[in-house]
C-alpha cells in the first residue's frame, strides 16, 4: 500500500467560538489539563527557528513552563537552536496531540529567561540531568559514542558529591506569543480553526480559518 493510502477520519467535537473564550493562554490550559494523562509526552512540542540568512530548524523540546508572559523552554545557549535565536527572535512552536485530535500552533517573538529563574530551573532537574549538560556541548560534532559517553563520566566524577551549578551557556527562553491557532479534528476534513491574534493593548481578536 502506498503511504498516499494511509488516511483516517476525525470525529472531534466542535470547536466552537462562545466555548472557546476570548483568551488563547487559558485556552490552551484547558487542552493540556485534557490531553496530560493520555499521551506521555503531552509537553513536547516542535520548536522552529530561522537563521539570518533564512535557512531554517525544526527540533522537538518540552515545555517547562507557561502563563499569560509566553511559553518557556530550557536548552544549550551555544545549539544552533540558540544561535538562530540570536540572529532572528522570532520563533514557532506546535503541539500535536493525536490523542484527542488537536494541535495548537504559537507564533511570537523569543527572549532568554533570567538567571534567576534559569538557575531554579536547572536545579530542579535530576543529577544526572545537570551532569549531562557538562557532558554535551549540544550540536557539537563528536567523535563517537564513547567520546560521549567518557564526558558523562568525567562530569560525573568532577561533580560526585557535590553542587552541580548551571553553567553560563544553557538556560531558558520564553516565547511571547503574537498569534495562536487552534485546530480540532473534524469529519470529513471540515476541521475547526481558530486564531487568534495578540492587539497593541494586549487583548486578543479571534477568527475562524478554513480548514
Not at 513552563?65 to 512552536?93: I, M, P
Not at 554535551?136 to 560525573?156: C, G, I, M, N, W
Request: glycine letters at 6%; aromatic letters at 12%.
Amino acid at each position: 500500500m502506498s503511504i498516499a493510502d494511509i488516511r483516517r477520519d476525525y470525529p472531534g467535537a466542535p470547536l466552537l467560538e462562545s466555548e472557546a473564550g476570548d483568551n488563547p493562554i487559558a485556552l490552551f490550559a484547558r487542552w493540556l489539563d485534557s490531553v496530560r494523562w493520555r499521551e506521555p509526552d503531552a509537553t513536547a512540542m516542535a520548536v522552529a527557528t530561522a537563521s539570518s540568512d533564512g535557512r531554517t530548524g525544526l527540533r522537538t523540546l518540552l515545555l517547562k513552563g507557561f502563563d499569560d508572559e509566553g511559553f518557556v523552554f530550557f536548552t544549550n545557549y551555544e545549539s544552533r537552536k540558540a544561535r538562530d535565536l540570536a540572529e532572528n527572535n522570532r520563533a514557532s512552536l506546535l503541539f500535536f496531540w493525536s490523542s484527542i485530535e488537536r494541535q495548537v500552533r504559537i507564533d511570537g517573538v523569543v527572549a532568554k529567561v533570567s538567571d534567576a529563574e534559569s538557575d531554579e530551573y536547572f536545579q530542579s532537574r535530576p543529577p544526572e540531568s545537570r551532569i549531562s549538560v557538562y557532558a554535551s556541548r549540544q550540536s557539537a560534532p563528536v567523535a563517537s559514542r564513547q567520546e560521549l559517553d567518557d564526558r558523562f563520566e568525567a562530569a560525573a566524577t568532577r561533580f560526585a558529591g557535590g553542587e552541580v551549578p548551571r553553567p553560563a551557556w544553557w538556560g531558558g527562553y520564553r516565547l511571547v506569543p503574537d498569534e495562536m491557532e487552534f485546530w480540532q479534528g473534524r469529519l470529513r476534513r471540515m476541521h475547526d480553526r481558530l486564531r487568534y491574534i495578540r492587539l497593541p493593548n494586549g487583548s486578543w481578536r479571534h477568527e475562524r480559518l478554513a480548514p
